[in-house]
């Protein structure tokens, strides 16, 4: 089973969405949650990502939680939207160093290692994010696939 994990900063943005693409795509064997390193607990998902999953169809509950070490320890990957978010991470739990990443490194974007914040933007701006989102999953998605058929 692999157990993703993605981070962000306040999870209400990026995280949740990237958490409602990967469980939208039913993949078996994958299990989905997402955290913020200064979350506000309980808070739920801003107005604009829901209207823009609700926009590609994604149905989720989602309520805001803080990273724990319960989540690190439960996680086989950390994907985060920042390298400042991995900073924190690999600061904070250096045991997670081997399973911690961007999103992007872990897709093997060429760009910038962070997917910007939608935060405070209007809903074009979550639209571009869920959409930077969107296609780093779907890399991401391969190369999880290649990890389970190799045994990684």
């Not at 939207?81 to 911690?100: C, D, G, P, R, Y």
């Not at 809903?123 to 998605?141: G, K, M, P, T, V």
Request: aromatic share 6%; glycine share 6%.
């Amino acid at each position: 089973m692999q157990r993703i994990l993605f981070v962000c900063t306040g999870n209400t943005c990026r995280s949740p969405m990237a958490e409602a693409i990967l469980k939208n795509r039913n993949l078996s064997e994958v299990e989905v949650r997402s955290a913020g390193v200064y979350a506000a607990v309980g808070s739920d998902a801003s107005d604009h990502a829901k209207s823009v999953l609700k926009e590609n169809e994604i149905q989720h509950e989602h309520t805001s939680k803080q990273l724990s070490e319960d989540d690190v320890k439960w996680a086989t990957h950390i994907l985060t939207m920042t390298a400042s978010h991995k900073s924190v991470i690999l600061h904070h739990f250096t045991e997670a160093a081997q399973k911690t990443f961007t999103l992007k490194e872990f897709a093997g974007s060429v760009s910038s290692a962070d997917i910007g914040d939608p935060f405070g933007g209007n809903l074009n701006h979550y639209r571009e994010a869920y959409r930077e989102i969107e296609q780093n999953i779907d890399s991401a998605i391969e190369r999880l696939n290649n990890e389970k058929t190799s045994g990684g």
